[in-house]
């Protein structure tokens, strides 16, 4: 049994607290936005509070630390576990910029450690078992690669969230929020590697109400379009949006087409696999139910303690490929600044 200490509660704390209880582990420490908060978890689920993160951090009473903080904190939290060589399981993205998140890849080159980061539809037992059709060669080479990833809850210029607040520094939303997981998930199912892209943006929402009454003027995307020419001659087509109304919560769904056949993908169904064929009607699979329905999360987590046990990653994401997403991210404004196609150098 693992001792594991959650930094951040809300909404995905939730989720990991039952994903640490279901995988027989203990929720040893917490640590919320404030001393209250912190005391007030630990009660609730007998655990330890701690007055910051950074006592959680190097407490010897944690094994494992989950970083669930707002995303201005990542690379804080991530590296303080590295320099300490505790395993470490982050939310995304794995930084704010590509000098934050090249400097844990360095510093895991110095001293390795399990690290993860939380691309949770890999979990899905669906995408996984897409992956294995996929590697096969049964539906022959990938030509093209179409995914989105829309919601609605941005919709109203009177909704606010820390997302929006030019204040955070949060330069890219929808792709960086939303759009990096279908991105990632496709490279996962794919085995491919990006070459080029470009991306159009917009904010669709030009202002937005704060609690207080104030308006403030939004900088960073609610809608973007993302073009990759991939290693292997493929394209892909990527539509993020959070501004769509009808598209309650996750709503994205991925679909590759082959030399001989395609399959999709959809989160709406995420136990399903719907194969693609030439002139006949769609063949669609059943596999087993997702577990506890984590979307994705628990699986990733099993992955992560299989790795502290030797095992490896197995299908989890690393901090390898949070970096890489938020090269993609910083390369992706590029374009969309410059207005071209810009070369992967990574």
């Not at 027989?24 to 007998?46: I, K, R, T």
């Not at 809608?223 to 919560?249: E, K, N």
């Not at 989890?316 to 993609?328: E, M, P």
Request: one cysteine or more.
């Amino acid at each position: 049994m693992y001792r594991i200490g959650l930094i951040g509660m809300g909404i995905i704390g939730q989720r990991y607290i039952e994903i640490i209880t279901r995988s027989g582990n203990q929720l040893a420490g917490v640590s919320g936005s404030s001393q209250h908060s912190s005391n007030v978890y630990a009660e609730l689920y007998d655990s330890k509070p701690f007055q910051n993160w950074m006592d959680l951090v190097h407490s010897p009473e944690i094994d494992i630390v989950i970083n669930n903080t707002p995303n201005y904190l990542h690379y804080d939290v991530n590296m303080e576990c590295l320099k300490l060589g505790k395993p470490i399981y982050s939310e995304k993205p794995l930084g704010r910029n590509v000098q934050e998140t090249a400097a844990m890849i360095a510093a895991l080159e110095k001293k390795p450690v399990p690290n993860v980061i939380n691309y949770n539809r890999r979990g899905f037992p669906a995408l996984r078992e897409m992956k294995k059709i996929l590697e096969s060669g049964e539906l022959g080479d990938v030509l093209m690669i179409r995914g989105n990833y829309l919601q609605d809850w941005l919709l109203f210029p009177q909704t606010w969230n820390w997302r929006v607040d030019p204040a955070n520094g949060e330069v890219s939303r929808a792709l960086s929020d939303i759009g990096s997981h279908a991105v990632d998930t496709s490279l996962f199912v794919t085995g491919l590697k990006p070459a080029a892209l470009f991306y159009e943006r917009q904010t669709l929402i030009p202002e937005r109400k704060k609690p207080n009454g104030e308006w403030v003027k939004i900088e960073n995307e609610d809608y973007g379009v993302l073009l990759i020419r991939f290693d292997s001659g493929a394209h892909g087509v990527f539509t993020f949006c959070q501004t769509a109304p009808g598209h309650v919560g996750s709503d994205m769904w991925l679909e590759i087409s082959c030399t001989r056949r395609g399959i999709r993908w959809e989160e709406r169904n995420p136990d399903q696999l719907t194969f693609k064929n030439y002139n006949d009607e769609d063949e669609v699979i059943e596999l087993e139910d997702s577990r506890y329905n984590t979307h994705g999360q628990f699986e990733v987590f099993q992955d992560f303690l299989g790795w502290i046990e030797g095992n490896g990653p197995g299908s989890a994401a690393t901090f390898a490929d949070g970096h890489l997403q938020v090269y993609l991210t910083d390369l992706a404004l590029e374009s969309a600044r410059d207005g071209v196609w810009k070369t992967f150098k990574l």
